[in-house]
């Protein structure tokens, strides 16, 4: 157990919906990350939040947002969903910024589109 | 972008052997690498990791080696067990905190 927890760990909607994906850090952990992964894919690095505001950005789509609450716990917002958003969505997190740190991983939500 | 890269889709060993599963990265200026081990239905678990001054690494029956000159890391498991098949991603980090990740390797333990 990694210490990362995600809700839900399965999620089925039609397209065009909107979900909201959460998740708790590793306790004392500031950084929160989210990826996808999809079938024949490795991880792409999404967003990622550190103590509340936005750090980097990777291959996310406009249709999908982030945020970080004061409490640390994170939001991943996909709407207008498509087919092709089926995946799974992990999130990680580590200590803060260093370069040198590692990324705990949840369990991941799995996403069906329908 | 980043692109990191795996020789092998897909590994299968003998149980009590040694696996070594490996990696190509494009990016010489990656300072930071991440193995991470992705059991079904799992998220990623981390391994080991390995700074860019070093050229190898060792943990509890794993190995990572680095190789700089040619953009290479491997991973080495000692005495593969039926417990290590699983997916194998290497991750690189080079500017900014994210990490680039290969698609993966499966290794397959044969009992």
């Known amino acids: 157990d990694s210490g990362v927890t995600q809700t839900p760990k399965h999620l089925i909607t039609a397209t065009g919906q909107r979900v909201t994906l959460r998740c708790s850090p590793r306790?004392?952990?500031?950084?929160v990350y989210w990826y996808q992964q999809s079938l024949d894919q490795g991880l792409q690095f999404l967003i990622q939040y550190y103590n509340g505001e936005e750090r980097a950005k990777g291959n996310i789509l406009e249709r999908f947002s982030a945020q970080q609450f004061p409490d640390l716990h994170s939001e991943l917002n996909l709407s207008s969903l498509e087919l092709g958003d089926s995946a799974l969505y992990f999130c990680?997190?580590?200590?803060?910024?260093?370069?040198?740190?590692?990324?705990?991983f949840g369990p991941g939500t799995r996403l069906l589109v329908l | 972008g980043e692109s990191v890269g795996l020789h092998l889709p897909t590994l299968s060993v003998q149980e009590g052997d040694n696996s070594i599963i490996n990696c190509a990265y494009s990016n010489s200026a990656s300072d930071y690498f991440i193995w991470y081990k992705q059991e079904s239905g799992k998220g990623p678990q981390f391994i080991i990791d390995?700074?860019?001054?070093?050229d190898k690494r060792q943990g509890q029956r794993v190995t990572v080696l680095l190789n700089k000159t040619v953009k290479h890391l491997s991973l080495q498991i000692a005495a593969t067990q039926p417990g290590d098949s699983a997916v194998y991603f290497c991750?690189?980090?080079?500017?900014?905190?994210?990490?680039?990740f290969g698609t993966g390797t499966s290794l397959t333990v044969i009992p």
């Open positions: 991750a690189e980090k080079s500017t900014g905190n994210q990490f680039y």
């Open positions: 990680a997190s580590s200590v803060g910024l260093m370069k040198v740190e590692t990324q705990y």
């Open positions: 306790s004392g952990d500031l950084s």
């Open positions: 390995i700074r860019s001054n070093m």
